[in-house]
């Protein structure tokens, strides 16, 4: 393909295929990169240069203001799409990744990888997406509409797909989790540019019956930024503490399903709730008395490895890796 291939799944001509066509283009695009990919980490000692590493954003593209970075809770949001059928067979995890709703090669690179995990050691799993809804966008909702037809994975809600707007996103995604998925024992929320090995993590950590508890790579004295270039800036006005109670990294966590309803239930008890939705998660488990329980040390990266081969079986998960890589780990993972 001779274009940037995130450009054309966002071009009219991209819009205007039947969705089996852009299935079917993405998944091609999909599995000869990852290929690729594959092959030079086989091959090659140096394998950091195999990877296209997702880097993180650290500048706000405009000036945020203070009404932004709080939002107030509850308001009536609707689906707009719902598959309420998707826990009737009674899963005993649920895995849900936020992402966004032209994020169609990321979801791909999810489903064709972990995503496809339905069963570890006898422990039922399913991974749906969790997704906003973009402004102004008739032409993306209808594709968003036509792939949750296809695949039955998709939940959306109607407020607005923005980076401010994630504690709100995740607090929908527990309610809508607490009613419609009653019977899991556990909830784990991981973002779509994790790698991520359900197999090591669900058999290693998640047999163990656990209530009132929030699990992940907890953080003790993180401070909010102060400079207001900062893509994760928060004003004193906003939140006058210089300290955050302690919270677990937000891009991989899991929680006992006890604590799906207090969070919900609770969130109107914390003042002005915050854009980052792991401080909002500490400030619940702070005032509703949840425990934080760590993970291994040595089992989850919140930044690129570049490992070879087998190496990646024994983790649990790896931040900022993008959906070809994804897929390409996931088959050294599983050889």
């Known amino acids: 393909m001779g274009v940037d291939i995130k450009e054309f799944i966002n071009s009219k001509e991209f819009e205007k295929m039947p969705f089996s066509k852009r299935n079917e283009i993405v998944l091609d695009y999909l599995y000869k990169e990852s290929k690729k990919t594959y092959d030079c980490v086989l091959h090659e000692n140096n394998t950091r240069h195999c990877f296209s ?32 059928h998707a826990c009737d067979s009674n899963p005993q995890i649920l895995i849900g990744s936020p992402v966004g709703p032209r994020q169609f090669l990321e979801r791909m690179g999810t489903r064709h990888s972990w995503g496809s995990v339905r069963n570890v050691n006898g422990i039922s799993v399913k991974h749906l997406f969790f997704v906003g809804q973009d402004e102004n966008d008739p032409e993306g909702d209808k594709m968003l509409r036509e792939e949750s037809e296809y695949y039955h994975d998709i939940v959306q809600f109607d407020m607005k797909n923005h980076f401010m707007n994630l504690t709100l996103l995740a607090i929908l995604t527990y309610n809508w989790t607490d009613y419609y998925c009653p019977n899991i024992k556990y909830y784990v929320r991981s ?59 937000g891009c991989f966590l899991a929680m006992s399903r006890d604590v799906l309803p207090i969070i919900v239930k609770r969130c109107v008890d914390i003042g002005p709730i915050i854009y980052f939705d792991d401080v909002f998660l500490g400030q619940i488990a702070k005032i509703a008395n949840i425990s934080l329980v760590s993970f291994p040390w040595n089992k989850v990266y919140y930044y690129p490895k570049a490992y070879g081969g087998k190496e990646y079986s024994k983790l649990w998960a790896i931040h900022r890796y993008t959906a070809v890589d994804n897929m390409a780990l996931w088959q050294m993972a599983n050889l």
């Open 191 to 249: 973002d779509n540019d994790m790698w991520f090995n359900p197999y090591q993590m669900i058999s290693n950590f998640l047999t163990k019956e656990r209530t009132n508890a929030l699990m992940g790579n907890k953080i003790v004295g993180g401070k909010p930024i102060r400079v207001s270039v900062s893509r994760y800036y928060l004003s004193k006005a906003v939140f006058p503490d210089e300290v955050f109670s302690p919270y677990m990294s």
């Open 53 to 84: 590493f997702k880097d993180d954003v650290i500048y706000a593209k405009k000036k945020y203001r203070d009404e932004d970075m709080a939002m107030k809770y509850p308001h009536q949001y609707n689906l707009v799409i719902n598959n309420p």
